[in-house]
């Protein structure tokens, strides 16, 4: 996986670090947005209005920088998906792969370009919103940074245990798929109906992992929530105060909600990648 991943970044490294220094941008205004709204309730509670004015500056700013990186995005990830599933049949078709798993593996290459346009941007917005959240609250309470730091623990252990699991079907879901092409064309009624069923199978199973796995950090983040909230009442904070902290806590959580998503996603990529080779 990561010999594919590292082949196409470094030959599309110049547009891909563009629109993730866009992505970056972005990510700082999100971490601001809290911080300027509990300003803005602030200052109209004593009848100002600047708080009103630099948050909707900043607001301005982000959306003009959000519509230039989706129009960005379209046109080079396109063009990346173009030039490797280019590249992917032809190494495969010298290798002498057949016909029916070539097919296969370059619609399986689509999900490379997927990582790179999805679930990188989705990656680095869940570790600046983690750390960004922590740092923001470091300046509030640090007894509130320690719950979220506490909750890290039986996280990542619940992340380690999902990987396992996700690897072994991934492995499955691939083989199936690299049949297909073979299954589709031979016409037979059976083997087409257990072709599908066995697909559908594997994909529940997927989907029913990564939901247990976010209801089990789910579940740990409203016992987070809970000691923050009354947390918040013991500090005596000003309102405006009150609403950046549960802001921040809220995208710190968002942002731990985002990881079972990308670790499926991850072990997906482990096994196409283990599948495909690309000669220079």
């Not at 941008?25 to 509670?45: C, K, R, S, T, V």
């Not at 004593?46 to 920088?65: F, M």
């Not at 983040?221 to 500090?235: A, E, N, Q, S, V």
Request: with cysteine; charged share 15%.
């Amino acid at each position: 996986m990561v010999g594919l991943l590292g082949n196409v970044f470094s030959k599309n490294y110049p547009s891909l670090l563009a629109t993730y220094g866009l992505t970056f941008l972005e990510n700082i205004f999100e971490l601001l947005y809290p911080l300027l709204i509990g300003h803005a309730i602030d200052d109209l509670i004593q009848q100002k209005y600047i708080g009103i004015v630099s948050l909707a500056s900043l607001w301005l700013v982000h959306t003009v920088v959000e519509v230039l990186r989706n129009i960005y995005d379209t046109i080079t990830f396109t063009q990346i998906y173009n030039n490797l599933a280019v590249s992917i049949v032809l190494s495969q078709h010298q290798q002498g792969v057949a016909p029916s798993q070539i097919a296969a593996r370059s619609a399986l290459s689509r999900e490379f370009v997927d990582f790179f346009e999805r679930d990188v941007p989705k990656l680095v917005t869940s570790l600046f919103s983690l750390i960004g959240s922590l740092v923001m609250l470091l300046f509030y309470d640090l007894q509130i940074v320690s719950y979220c730091l506490l909750i890290l623990i039986p996280i990542i252990l619940i992340q380690r245990v999902f990987i396992k699991k996700s690897l072994a079907i991934n492995y499955q879901l691939n083989n199936q798929l690299e049949r297909e092409v073979e299954t589709l064309t031979s016409g037979n009624q059976d083997l087409v109906n257990s072709h599908y069923k066995k697909l559908a199978n594997q994909r529940i199973k997927l989907s029913n992992m990564t939901a247990l796995n976010w209801g089990a950090t789910e579940l740990l983040i409203i016992g987070m929530f809970i000691l923050i909230l009354l947390r918040t009442r013991i500090l005596n904070l000003h309102t405006g105060d009150v609403y950046a902290v549960i802001a921040y806590a809220w995208n710190y959580r968002l942002s731990l909600d985002i990881l079972p998503a990308i670790v499926q996603q991850l072990s997906r990529l482990k096994d196409i990648g283990a599948r495909m080779t690309i000669n220079e």
